[in-house]
């Protein structure tokens, strides 16, 4: 064998052995990721209902149960979002391996103990605004339906924003429950109350600019605080 044969030989077995060991990695992931899903999986089939396939509201609960957490727990809806689960109360099997895979998660241990780490990525402001509005559409339960009743809007306003905007969400829930000139509210309504949170001085108001784009709602929020505040200086 002249020197080029056997340093083209030799070439051709390098490479072989690289692809051989590529191959083997690649099995190896493969295999893996099978298995995760068959966890992800068998752990659907645990929460599902028999005869819909689906996840329903009492296969959320017992969910909420084995994690120890509340069925209105905040974190319930993050991990919907994080699923983007489409039906208020239902997973489907799709969503629930979209969330877990996303989560990296294919235990109910695991994901209760990445539970926090989710809320951290939610209230990420790049994230919050997409969560914000995903809250009001997954509460939107029936066909074109695009309002949310008052009631229902106070419960979620409290759920979403609450801990993070206490004093603006009681003031703004008292009010819209003494008010009655509004029986629902709109996508933007909902939307322009946490721009309200986020860049108006409260609650001296002092920067809210009835000039600018602002809802007639949250107009009449305002001139319900100042009255408020006149007759209790």
């Known amino acids: 064998m002249t020197r ?13 052995v690289k692809n051989a060991r590529m191959d083997s990695v690649r099995s190896a992931s493969s295999k893996a990721a099978t298995k995760v899903q068959e966890r992800i999986d068998e752990l659907y089939i645990k929460y599902a209902n028999k005869l819909s396939g689906m996840i329903d509201p009492e296969g959320i609960e017992a969910l909420c149960s084995d994690l120890e957490v509340d069925y209105t727990d905040v974190r319930i809806l993050m991990l919907a979002w994080k699923m983007n689960a489409q039906k208020q109360g239902y997973f489907t099997q799709d969503e629930w391996r979209r969330g877990l895979k996303a989560l990296r998660v294919d235990t109910v241990n695991k994901l209760k103990k990445t539970l926090p780490e989710l809320e951290k990525e939610v209230l990420k402001s790049e994230n919050f605004e997409d969560f914000h509005k995903y809250a009001f559409r997954y509460c939107l339960t029936e066909e074109k339906q695009k309002c949310l009743d008052i009631e229902s809007a106070c419960i979620l306003i409290e759920l979403v924003l609450g801990f993070q905007y206490q004093a603006q969400v009681n003031s703004f829930i008292t009010f819209l429950k003494t008010q009655s000139d509004y029986k629902v509210m709109n996508m933007d309504q909902w939307t322009n109350f946490l721009r309200f949170c986020q860049e108006i001085s409260f609650p001296d108001l002092q920067n809210y600019d009835t000039c600018e784009a602002w809802p007639l709602l949250l107009d009449n929020f305002v001139d319900w605080m100042k009255q408020k505040s006149k007759c209790n200086p």
Not at 4 to 16: F, L, M, T
């Open 4 to 16: 080029a044969s056997k340093r083209k030989s030799d070439h051709q077995n390098s490479a072989s």
